[in-house]
């Protein structure tokens, strides 16, 4: 499989890559702002069959017709599009400014959503793209405070995996969105400092693998909770 992983520079997004490259048989293309740690990550797995592509989200409407020739360069065929890629700020509603409730859109909404737009024409039947949103984006769970924009933007990506999965479907090509929880990252310690979450980025990243590879043969359009406990 061809398979594109948006923001495996660090956390579950790393141990995704690392994951799937595993399968010799599949041929990773990972992304992220740090291409120090992509470059690291390219070095730790040893089938050769990772390289690396520095993407910056919040920059990518400029840079879009640059990041495409990129990955058609690379790839004819997409089989997977893993939208993984996040950035959190903890602040309240009233004093978050204009430009980190607009960065925190661009990196987990509006640069997924331009990504797709680039990768869907080399998508053919059986194609998955696979959004990853969190459960502070899912209606009727939880919510904490400071993390009103976050939650939005992520519920956007829930959203609009929903609505891609109707336009799409007369393609082929299947759309979910996993709504993860609590998972031991950095941005996790960030929004909720002391608690311990069940799960650490490598059992998550297992999780994700299997379901971008099989999932779009049992779910399309479906938002699907992956959590433990809350938070």
């Given at each position: ?156 990506l829930a959203c609009l995996s929903e609505c891609l999965a109707v336009e799409l479907a007369e393609n082929g090509i299947s759309v979910n969105c996993l709504a993860l929880g609590s998972v031991q990252t950095e941005m996790f310690e960030n929004a909720f400092p002391g608690f311990k979450a069940p799960l650490n980025p490598a059992e998550m990243a297992e999780f994700i693998s ?22």
């Amino acid at each position: 499989m061809n398979i594109i992983i948006n923001g495996a520079s660090r956390g579950i997004g790393r141990e995704v890559a690392i994951y799937l490259s595993n399968d010799k048989d599949n041929q990773i293309l990972a992304t992220g702002r740090n291409e120090e740690a992509l470059k690291i990550l390219e070095a730790e797995c040893s089938n050769e069959n990772l390289t690396i592509m520095k993407m910056d989200l919040s920059k990518l409407d400029r840079e879009i017709e640059i990041i495409k020739d990129q990955i058609y360069n690379r790839f004819s065929r997409v089989d997977v599009l893993i939208n993984i890629a996040g950035d959190l700020i903890v602040k309240d509603f009233m004093k978050i400014t204009r430009d980190e409730e607009r960065l925190m859109m661009d990196i987990n909404y509006f640069g997924p959503a331009c990504l797709i737009r680039a990768v869907v024409p080399i998508m053919s039947a059986g194609a998955h793209v696979v959004n990853i949103s969190s459960m502070g984006g899912f209606q009727g769970s939880s919510k904490y405070r400071g993390l009103s924009v976050y939650s939005a933007s992520k519920a956007a990506l829930a959203c609009l995996s929903e609505c891609l999965a109707v336009e799409l479907a007369e393609n082929g090509i299947s759309v979910n969105c996993l709504a993860l929880g609590s998972v031991q990252t950095e941005m996790f310690e960030n929004a909720f400092p002391g608690f311990k979450a069940p799960l650490n980025p490598a059992e998550m990243a297992e999780f994700i693998s299997y379901f971008a590879v099989k999932g779009n043969k049992y779910f399309n359009g479906k938002v699907l909770p992956v959590a433990v406990n809350n938070p």
